[in-house]
């Protein structure tokens, strides 16, 4: 059973007694190298405590839709977005109901409505309850809705009775959510720059910027989730690899040069998401520097370091560019100037003096700038977590590739 790594899966968890089986669903998907997150109903509660989901997972459990916390953000509507694949098991006949009907009256039902992610069902009750006409019903009409029925399957239940009804394994389970899906950036190379670079003054100091990384490592997740072979060329940061990534570590902007052209080779998507220091000292002393005892100033002599982004987007064999600019004001000039200058396929242009967005934050906001022919088309991209924005980035980046491909 192999997994595509970093596959985010949603577990809701209904009341019924096969509620204790979803540890081990939770702990199998995990091994895989999926990211996955638990959202239990007040029943499921009275089954398994969520403390046991925390421990397999890592994450909070969510069971409230009126989290004050929570909700501040919107966060039943970031877990909606944030989820490849939703389960929903044990799914109760109660449960089937209620969604069947479009209700929306705790957190688990209004995710199912707000979220795009693949959907599945492991039906678990009573055979007389899954026999019933009203639960055929609402089966049906799921299985219209786009929901695909896990099961049930036929055996002994808590109850006494023998017949259908029975929810299905979690290795069987695990083995549905783990099979191949449709992957729209199977089979393409991405090469993504990520983080900052450190441009020596002396052994001791250097030039750098406030970049965490996280937006880059949060693309290069996202299109290995996708079915993308991905190359991570990143500067100095304190983020772990993302599974299913190469990663391959510099320092300087002449080192990630370096790295970008020997990895640009064969690439179809080349996203430079870096942000690297426009210049670097003229010569980096061998010992450290002293400041004098007078009290006088020093003179610093940069020289401008290369353009990395100019440089790929120049090459003859050019995959598709995609470049960030990070602003402080004329969002929208500055970023068509970027991509007509540098000739780039794409800009993705943020305000980095928006509060708690951008630099060193979970979240942004982005215009995404790209060339259409002799035209410039845009998309605002409101504040929303990094990885829901890589998202977007990488939907429209396959969407303008997809137009450009000869038939």
Known sequence: MSALPGTRILIGIGAGIA????????????????????????????????????????????????DPEAEAGMGHIELARWADRLIIA????????????????????????????????????????????????NARQLAEDGWQLLGPGHGDQAC?????????????????????????????????TAGPTREAIDPVRYLSNHSSGKMGYALAARAVALGADVVLISGPVALATPAGVTRIDVESASEMLAAAEAHADGADIFIGCAAVADYRAASAAEHKLKKGDDGSGMT????????????????ADRPFVIGFAAETRDLERYGRDKLTR??????????????????????????????????????????????????????????????????
């Open 19 to 66: 509620a204790y089986k979803i540890a081990q669903l939770a702990r199998l998907l995990k091994q895989a190298g999926c990211e996955v997150r638990v959202v239990m109903t007040e029943g499921a509660q009275a089954f398994i405590a969520p403390m046991t989901f925390q421990a397999l997972t890592g994450e909070n459990v969510r069971t409230s839709l009126l």
């Open 90 to 137: 044990p799914a109760t006949a109660d449960l089937m109901a209620r969604l069947a009907h479009g209700m929306a009256d705790d957190l688990l039902t209004t995710l199912c409505l707000a979220s795009r992610a693949e959907k599945f069902l492991a039906p678990a009750m009573n055979q007389a309850m899954w026999a019933h006409p009203a639960t055929a019903r």
């Open 160 to 192: 006494g009775d023998v017949g259908a009804g029975r929810m299905l394994e979690p290795e069987a389970l695990a083995e549905r959510l783990l099979s191949p899906r449709e992957l729209p950036a199977r089979g393409l190379r991405l090469v993504i």
């Open 300 to 315: 610093l002599a940069l020289v401008r370091n290369p353009d990395i982004i100019a440089t790929i987007a120049a090459r």
């Open 342 to 407: 540098k000739r780039l396929d794409m800009v993705v242009a943020n305000d980095v003096s928006s509060a708690g967005l951008g630099f060193g934050a979970d979240d942004n906001a982005a215009m995404l700038l790209w060339q259409r022919g002799d035209t410039i088309d845009q998309r605002h991209l409101p504040p929303q977590p990094k990885t829901c924005l890589a998202d977007a980035i990488l939907e429209q980046a396959l969407h303008c590739l997809s137009c450009a491909s000869p038939e």
